[in-house]
């Protein structure tokens, strides 16, 4: 059975990005011009700063250059955490996002931007920003309606400290 480059390099690295504490997301190889760049994104339930960043990428390094995972030609090693507006495809990123406002693509091709209340092992909880001075309603959501979700951006979102306060 033939694997790609990605799963041999997601095997290999996997056990390495988790052993500092975090989840392995996503690996990429691109080409850009002659050289190519190995993009590796990290997350965890708390985030990962800048530290944890540079931790795990002098450890993935030394790592690549011990063998030949990336073959013989040069490459650039890229590694960062997902990003303000992440898709949400495992469970484990519905969990981080409770309290984000999150646009959902439905299976029916419906569009429906809520913020997330809570989350199970079948769906989430929801509160649908009301319109136009109507209430936000509460909907639940089972998973298997869901075809994508993305994290929204919100510039003048209260935290969980001004809320409470």
Known sequence: MSTTQSERLRELLEPLVASQGLDLEEIAVDSVGRKRVLRVVVDSDTGADLDQIADVSRALSAK???????GAGEYTLEVGTPGAERLLKEHRHYERAVSRLVKF???????LVARILTVDDEGLDLEVPGVKGRKATARRLAFSDIDKARVQVEFNRKDKNEEEA
């Open 64 to 70: 690549l250059d011990e063998g030949d995972a990336m």
């Open 105 to 111: 693509q439905l299976t029916g091709g419906d569009e």
